[in-house]
């Protein structure tokens, strides 16, 4: 069975770029959660995916937008970057949105 | 406003001994509760729930313990070994909005050999 697998590890980008992190979930998981861990502090939640279809979002600005494909895996689109951005960016699958979540390594993004 | 929240960055026990990580919430409609524990580099992992209709739940060294009244949970390990070194987070959601959680700051606890 393959765990949540998320790319790249690390990037950096500028202020005012755009960013694509991915994620492919858990085998048989079918919803996918994104969560934003500035340092020091708790995952904070983005959004999340089932069955392709935005489920629920937090507290983030429209210019964090998401896709998931049939085949579940995910990607976070952030445009605009902002240096408040640099952050651990996590994706956690489940399956049918119950618990526990499994957790990919994460993505860790700098914006210079 | 912090909806979960974690009052101990930091906690130090010696081996053998209890550990014990407490966290508040604020949130009535928090039914669901969850420790996870984080290894540097790696994402958290799930360790134990507990959903509000219960007031004790434990697997194995792990156990749970939530107080509703109090709107308080905490966890303890017992034996605590130098592996359980990590953060631990408690998180909290709706049953109904699995997957939508609402995590602590986290707790970093030491285990002394």
């Known amino acids: 069975e393959t765990g949540v697998t998320q790319s790249p590890t690390h990037l950096i980008k500028t202020r005012g770029q755009q960013v694509t992190l991915r994620c492919s979930s858990q085998s048989g998981h079918n919803t996918v959660s994104w969560y934003q861990q500035a340092l020091g502090q708790g995952p904070q939640f983005i959004f999340q995916y089932y069955r392709e279809e935005e489920n629920g979002r937090g507290n983030f600005p429209p210019r964090f937008s998401g896709l998931q494909f049939p085949n579940y895996s995910s990607e976070l689109n952030v445009n605009a970057l902002e240096l408040d951005d640099s952050a651990l960016y996590l994706c956690a699958s489940s399956f049918l949105a119950t618990h526990p979540q499994y957790f990919g390594p994460g993505t860790r993004l700098t914006v210079t | 406003d912090q909806q979960v929240k974690q009052n101990s960055p930091s906690l130090s026990v010696q081996e053998g001994r209890i550990s014990i990580l407490n966290c508040d919430y604020t949130n009535s409609m928090f039914d669901y509760f969850l420790w996870y524990k984080k290894y540097p580099a790696e994402g958290p992992t799930f360790l134990i729930s507990i959903s509000s209709i219960k007031d004790k739940n434990e697997d194995g060294r792990f156990t749970v313990f939530l107080n509703k009244s109090a709107k308080h949970l905490s966890l303890h390990i017992v034996p605590s070994q130098p592996g359980d070194s990590a953060v631990y987070f408690c998180?909290?959601?709706?049953?109904?909005?699995?997957?939508?959680?609402?995590f602590g700051d986290g707790t970093t606890l030491t285990v002394k050999p």
């Open positions: 998180a909290a959601s709706a049953i109904l909005k699995a997957g939508k959680s609402t």
